[in-house]
């Protein structure tokens, strides 16, 4: 990790909605474990019991409102998550794998809310302390294809009912950090199926480390 924590490795799986995240994290984590590491699996928002509270608040079906005070609520989970659950793993060397993490703020309250990236990328670095992913898997896929796949999966939240152009400004975001971030970014094709979406993911995650 990009701080002065040592040990585990910690690895991100970003995207839109739909775009197969939690599918692609359950096969990553078995195939870690099968591979002998030791290994946290956790999401955002969530994680720990306050996180979860804070999970339902903010994903509840009516929105926040205010894009600031969504963000800090997601920021307040964050900080939590990392305090509590992700620097300790890493620091006792466990591999962690976390469902979004910083740069879904960026892309969805940075560029999905206008709140602008320089204001998101501040908070960011406030509740992670400076921690950022060792690898981040950024699973693409057109905003038409990930709304049609949630819609039959899932619960739904309110972000599921925003409007096509919040989802592009979304999707436009998180490619432009990928770009920024190269080679600690993979930018996986998600519109292929999940097998093949996995095995890339696999790839990626045995090539770098
Ligand atoms: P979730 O059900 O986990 O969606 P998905 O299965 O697509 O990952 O809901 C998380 C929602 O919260 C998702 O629409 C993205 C949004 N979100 C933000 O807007 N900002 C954030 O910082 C995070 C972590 C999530």
Request: proline share 3%; glycine share 10%.
């Amino acid at each position: 990790m990009n701080d002065t924590t040592t040990g585990g490795r910690f690895i991100v799986l970003e995207g839109g909605d739909g775009a197969g995240k939690s599918a692609v994290q359950a096969a990553l984590v078995e195939r870690l474990r099968a591979d002998g590491r030791n290994v946290v699996a956790t999401r955002e928002p969530g994680g720990t019991e306050l996180g979860e509270r804070i999970r339902d608040l903010v994903l509840a079906q009516r929105s926040v409102g205010d894009p600031l005070s969504e963000l800090l609520l997601f920021e307040a989970a964050r900080a939590h998550l990392v305090a509590t659950v992700i620097r300790p793993a890493l620091e006792t060397s466990v591999t962690v794998v976390c469902d979004r993490f910083a740069a879904s703020s960026t892309a969805y309250q940075g560029y999905g809310r206008n709140l602008g990236r320089d204001l998101v990328e501040q908070a960011n670095a406030i509740a992670t302390g400076g921690l950022t992913p060792d690898l981040t898997l950024l699973l693409d896929v057109p905003v038409e294809i990930g709304l049609q796949r949630r819609s039959g999966a899932g619960a739904a939240n309110h972000f599921d009912n925003e409007t096509l152009d919040f989802h592009n400004r979304v999707r436009a975001g998180f490619l432009e950090i990928a770009r920024d971030g190269a080679a600690a970014w993979a930018v996986i094709d998600a519109s292929q199926p999940l097998d093949a979406v996995t095995e890339a993911a696999w790839r990626t995650v045995k090539s770098q480390g």
